[in-house]
Nanobody
């Protein structure tokens, strides 16, 4: 069993930065990855980025590429999402998800609200 606990999020002005964290515990496979997804009001959940548990590979959705960075802290077993140059369209509830390398996330964090507004 794997558990994910999220922290971070909040309200920021356009152009600002926020950092989300996802703490993983339990039986984590080395052949796994942590995804970040987001869901805006009235919209479907949207993929944002992932990092493999080894930390060797990352991938970003086009809308966030160059602004968001996903990283892994091996000592703390946390995966962070650093979000820079935030835009109002980034407003959403952000979720981290655990998955094997092949397949969708099967375990989700509780979600964190990110609001970008002036």
């Amino acid at each position: 069993q794997v558990d994910l606990v999220q922290s971070g999020g909040g309200l920021v002005q356009p152009g600002g930065s926020l950092r989300l964290s996802c703490a993983a515990s339990g039986r984590i496979s080395t052949n796994s990855a942590i995804d970040w997804w987001r869901q805006a009001p009235g919209k479907e959940r949207e993929f944002v980025a992932f990092i493999t548990w080894t930390g060797f590979n990352q991938f970003y959705a086009v809308p966030v590429r160059g602004r968001f960075t996903v990283s892994k802290d091996k000592a703390k077993n946390t995966v962070d999402l650093q979000m820079n140059d935030l835009k109002p369209e980034d407003t959403a509830v952000y979720f981290c998800g655990y998955r094997t390398v092949v397949g969708p996330p099967t375990i989700w964090g509780q979600g964190a609200q990110v609001t970008v507004s002036s």
